[in-house]
């Protein structure tokens, strides 16, 4: 992984986009759906939730590319490095801004996160760390 395409980098880019945190709930809802369902793909429910969250297309632009459209192809053959990373540390800044509270929760967020690097191409778990720093130490118990 190049210094640029980082979670670090990624997460830079989201502190100072508008609706950086926005875009984050976004995947994290649409992460833990398709986790919970057990569905290799992130795109069910993404309309409704894009709706929800008040975001267009215009407004899901980021260097690393569109967050709606990376959501829509995240888990096929054809995603990029970039697009990998930039789902990768909004579901892991997800988990941040709303992180899970004792040893039970802590053990269910893990467990979300190893099935969908398992089964997807979202791999949180390389971002936990930069987007949680100390506080992602109970999910690695």
């Known amino acids: ?15 100072g986009h508008p609706h950086g945190d926005d875009l984050a709930r976004v995947v994290h809802t649409a992460a833990f759906a398709a986790a919970d369902e057990r569905r290799t793909t992130l795109e069910g429910g993404l309309a409704e939730l894009v709706d929800r969250a008040g975001l267009s297309a215009a407004d899901a632009e980021t260097r690393f590319g569109n967050v ?6 995240g888990t096929s053959e054809g995603a990029g490095s970039a697009t990998r990373v930039l789902l990768a540390t909004l579901l892991a800044r997800g988990v941040a801004l709303s992180p ?33 720093g100390e ?7």
Not at 1 to 15: F, G, I, K, N, R
Not at 120 to 131: G, K, M, R
Not at 135 to 141: D, K
């Open 1 to 15: 992984m190049t210094p640029d395409h980082s979670p670090h980098a990624v997460l830079d880019e989201l502190a």
């Open 68 to 73: 709606i459209r990376a959501l829509e192809r």
């Open 100 to 132: 899970p509270e004792g040893p039970d929760a802590e053990g269910r967020v893990a467990e979300a996160l190893v099935w969908l690097a398992t089964y997807t191409s979202v791999d949180a778990l390389t971002a936990l760390d930069a987007a949680l």
């Open 135 to 141: 506080r992602a130490a109970g999910l690695w118990r």
